[in-house]
């Protein structure tokens, strides 16, 4: 990773501060995510136990498949930060507001991998393995995942800080902060959904059997406090903090999500894109 920062502070009066800052983050993918190893799916085509030994058989086949992450870029992200500060005799305080943007970020995308299994007529040999005559051939699919630079967010806020000189006849001084934050996040990887109950009811070749929803994007709003009591008991050397938090507000809001698909795998193996939804 790499995330260089450039500041300036500027005293344009007595106590009175102003800072700008940028930057700028690149975060390269790990190794783990440039060179997955490959995912494994077993499925079961004869399954023959008639509790003898002899005559006992099964049958598995092993698919196999092997994500290509290569096209997986580094994940980037800019910072801007403007702080205004003032330091007095009695309390120090200062505001600050920042907005940081976060593109190309990973995340998961599920591929959906078609299978072609035979399906055997098992005649049974007293004594002996059973006889497997290939009577045809059934399609199933399976997901294994692989990654994708598909995450985008948006981060802004507002930050409060006051502190107070340590008051002597009390010896504590108090801290006080607030925050009011708002993110939104949006990934382009589509929500998928399958159930086996699909597949089973699926007797025709263009029933659904796996379907694709749109995610959306999503937002989110913060606003908080904390008090901070800090008092030193001087014949003691001991020093006691008492800390106090409030939430005042938190909500999620999620946008452009979609109840309806908007696109799925059909029972034979077609991919469909739904441009006329009729639900």
């Known amino acids: 990773s790499f995330s260089p ?10 106590d009175w501060n102003l800072c700008l800052a940028f930057g700028y983050g690149y975060r390269a993918p790990s190794l783990a995510v440039r060179f997955p190893g490959p995912a494994y799916q077993d499925f079961t085509l004869v399954n023959f136990f008639p509790n003898i030994p002899a005559e006992n058989y099964y049958l598995a086949y092993t698919d196999v498949f092997y ?8 994940s980037r992200s800019i910072n ?21 943007i976060n593109r190309d970020g990973m ?43 598909g995450l985008t967010s948006y981060n802004n806020g507002i930050e409060l800080w006051l502190t107070t000189s340590k008051i002597e006849p009390l010896q504590t001084s108090f801290n006080i902060s ?20 699909w597949v089973e009811q699926a007797v025709n070749d263009d029933y659904a059997i796996v379907a694709y929803y749109v995610r959306g994007s999503s937002r989110n709003i913060q606003a908080s406090s904390r008090f901070t009591a800090n008092t030193h008991i001087q014949p003691l050397s001991l020093m006691i903090r008492f800390t106090a938090e409030a939430f005042w507000y938190n909500r999620t809001f999620s946008d452009n999500a979609s109840n309806y698909p908007a696109a799925y795998i059909s029972r034979g193996g077609e991919y469909v894109t739904i441009t006329d939804l009729d639900p």
């Open 5 to 14: 920062r450039i500041s300036n502070n500027y005293r344009f009066a007595k």
């Open 67 to 74: 994500p290509d992450n290569s096209k997986v870029r580094p």
């Open 80 to 100: 801007y930060e403007l702080n205004l500060s003032n330091k007095g005799k009695k309390f120090n305080w200062s505001v600050s507001a920042y907005h940081k």
């Open 107 to 149: 995340t998961t995308y599920s591929n959906d991998i078609k299978v072609v299994l035979p399906e055997y007529e098992i005649i049974r040999n007293p004594g002996a393995k059973p006889t497997l005559v290939e009577k045809g051939s059934r399609q199933t699919y399976w997901s294994a995942y692989s990654s994708i630079n």
């Open 178 to 197: 607030s925050s009011l934050s708002r993110s939104k996040s949006q990934t382009q990887a589509w929500q998928r959904e399958t159930a086996e109950s």
